[in-house]
């Protein structure tokens, strides 16, 4: 290596570890606010429109919406759009329609977690069967920010997998486990200023480097795809159903909506996170499309991003860069910590393990839990190949398995435990069987989620019409 290309690498490992470090200080200052579970989980219920806004955007703007968006970006082209703006578009409806109904519910009967909702609506068998299985998977998506932050070290600074793993395993669960939501999202502010101020110089200067708009569509690969907005190989349209559901039922999410002060803080907050989430959907797919002016056969599209930053941009830019990178990451891994860490302490060990535990045993299970879940999605990254492929899997389980309950719970109390039980067996049956049988290839209409949820509320429909019909014929007896 060059004594250039080392003092470049020296730059850009140093500004990364010293963000870390103020990070973590900055974590462990706020979390002298903590006075008791309900500051870990919901924050007291005191967060107004801006810290809603900003924990909120920070947690959605991550793996999938830089590093996957951006493959995606570089393969497809303008379709990858419909990625992040997929989000935004659930970020809507779970600002104006989801949202204030079921913060109105958890205000009202002191709920902490989306499976105390789930209990509080259907019962305990339900609550049990969503904990286990989100946690496992919340392992999964809590690994692809992990890869994502490895691949971007791994280009940068040539370094190995497990040691971009292991630095942002280590600064995530530090300041997350010492304060929680209250923490997490004074600590988002901080990443999404940085996030924000790196894509706002930087993007613009990329594309201006790479020789303007003109240099980028010379190097998209020839194919009408490329330009049709609606439709892409693996983009397009067809990514609402497997994304919006997902963004409005999100048990991180809706916990953090738990933690807004009033409706007016939550739709506001939610509402203009939404919005920039459908501008910010722009940014990645611009990012891939650039990376192909200077490498146009990537074996790994997601390294599209670290080579915008290495070859595109001046090298304190491209440092600034990195890690904006980083806090995108780190904000949406500490609110998927968020899933891991309440639904463990609250969900499984308060609620069926030891009943009787106190406030600050559960606060401490829930701190022991995310420092549990860091370590494992540590040791996951390093096995799972890329971003885009954990995402894929952890967004279609949790629409087809939540998004019918939680929804149809919202508008009606008549439902009860076996048509919740049944809509998450269907639907997660349906799933994996319409991957397995690759019914996608032949069109989209074959989508695994969207048949999957189709599946899903049509067994809840099913069962509650059987239901109602055989109480109606006890009555008439």
Same mark, same amino acid.
Do not use: C
């Given at each position: 290596m060059s004594p250039d290309a080392s003092s470049h690498v020296a730059l850009q490992l140093g500004l990364l570890l010293g963000?870390?470090?103020?990070?973590?200080?900055?974590?462990?200052?706020?979390?002298?606010?903590?006075?008791?579970?309900?500051?870990?989980f919901v924050a007291d219920r005191s967060l107004g429109p801006g810290l809603v806004f900003s924990t909120f955007l920070a947690a959605n703007i991550g793996a999938g919406s830089i590093i996957g968006a951006s493959g995606l970006g570089y393969t497809d082209g303008i379709s990858a759009w419909w990625w992040v703006g997929s989000a935004g578009i659930g970020?809507? =409806?779970?600002?104006?329609?989801?949202?204030?109904?079921?913060? !109105?519910?958890?205000?009202?009967?002191?709920?902490?977690?989306?499976?105390?909702?789930?209990?509080?609506?259907?019962?305990?068998?339900?609550?049990?069967?969503? +904990?286990?299985?989100?946690?496992? =998977?919340?392992?999964?998506?809590? +690994?692809?920010?992990?890869?994502?932050?490895?691949?971007? %070290?791994?280009?940068?600074?040539?370094?190995?997998?497990?040691?971009?793993?292991l630095i942002g395993g280590f600064v995530m669960t530090a300041y997350f486990a010492s304060g929680g939501l209250l923490t997490s999202a004074w600590v988002n502010l901080v990443q999404l200023l940085v996030l924000l101020g790196g894509f706002a110089i930087g993007l613009p200067?990329? %594309?201006?480097?790479?020789?303007?708009?003109? &240099?980028?569509? +010379?190097? &998209?690969?020839?194919?009408?795809?490329?330009?049709?907005?609606?439709?892409?190989?693996?983009?397009?349209?067809?990514?609402? +159903?497997?994304?919006?559901?997902?963004?409005?039922?999100?048990?991180?999410?809706?916990?953090?909506?738990?933690?807004? !002060?009033?409706?007016?803080? %939550?739709?506001i907050g939610i509402g203009l996170q939404g919005l920039v989430l459908l501008l910010f959907a722009f940014v990645p797919v611009l990012m891939g499309m650039i990376a192909r002016v200077y490498e146009p056969s990537l074996s790994n599209p997601e390294f599209a991003v670290p080579i915008v930053l290495t070859e595109g941009l001046p090298v304190a830019l491209g440092a600034l860069g990195l890690a904006a990178i980083f806090s995108a990451e780190l904000s949406s891994a500490d609110a998927i910590l968020f899933m891991l860490s309440t639904s463990l302490s609250k969900d499984l060990y308060k609620r069926y393990a030891f009943p009787?535990?106190?406030? &600050?045993?559960?606060?401490?299970?829930?701190?022991?839990?995310?420092?549990?879940?860091?370590?494992?999605?540590?040791?996951?990254?390093?096995?799972?190949?890329?971003?885009?492929?954990?995402?894929?899997?952890?967004?279609?389980?949790?629409?087809?398995?939540?998004?019918?309950?939680?929804? &149809?719970g919202l508008h009606s109390r008549r439902p009860g435990i076996p048509e919740a039980l049944s809509a998450i067996g269907v639907g997660v049956t349906v799933l994996f069987s319409v991957r397995l049988a690759d019914l996608s290839s032949i069109s989209w209409l074959f989508d695994p989620t969207l048949l999957a949820i189709v599946a899903s509320a049509a067994a809840f429909a099913i069962v509650f019409l059987f239901r109602q019909r055989r109480l109606r014929a006890e009555r008439d007896l």
């Open positions: 963000y870390s470090g103020v990070l973590i200080v900055f974590g462990f200052f706020m979390s002298r606010r903590i006075k008791g579970s309900g500051s870990f970020s809507l =409806l779970l600002a104006f329609w989801v949202g204030p109904r079921i913060w !109105r519910i958890a205000a009202r009967n002191g709920l902490y977690t989306a499976g105390d909702y789930l209990e509080h609506r259907y019962g305990s068998s339900v609550r049990a069967v969503i +904990a286990m299985l989100l946690w496992f =998977l919340t392992l999964i998506i809590l +690994a692809a920010q992990l890869i994502a932050m490895s691949e971007i %070290l791994e280009w940068v600074l040539d370094s190995p997998r497990w040691l971009g793993a200067l990329a %594309l201006s480097l790479a020789g303007g708009w003109e &240099a980028v569509v +010379a190097a &998209a690969p020839a194919g009408p795809e490329q330009s049709n907005f609606f439709l892409g190989a693996n983009s397009g349209v067809v990514l609402v +159903a497997l994304i919006v559901p997902a963004f409005i039922i999100s048990p991180g999410l809706l916990q953090k909506a738990y933690g807004a !002060r009033d409706e007016r803080a %939550l739709r009787s535990a106190t406030n &600050a045993q559960v606060l401490q299970v829930a701190r022991w839990a995310a420092v549990a879940g860091g370590v494992l999605a540590v040791l996951l990254a390093i096995v799972i190949p890329t971003v885009i492929d954990s995402l894929r899997v952890f967004y279609a389980v949790l629409s087809v398995s939540l998004f019918v309950p939680i929804v &149809a």
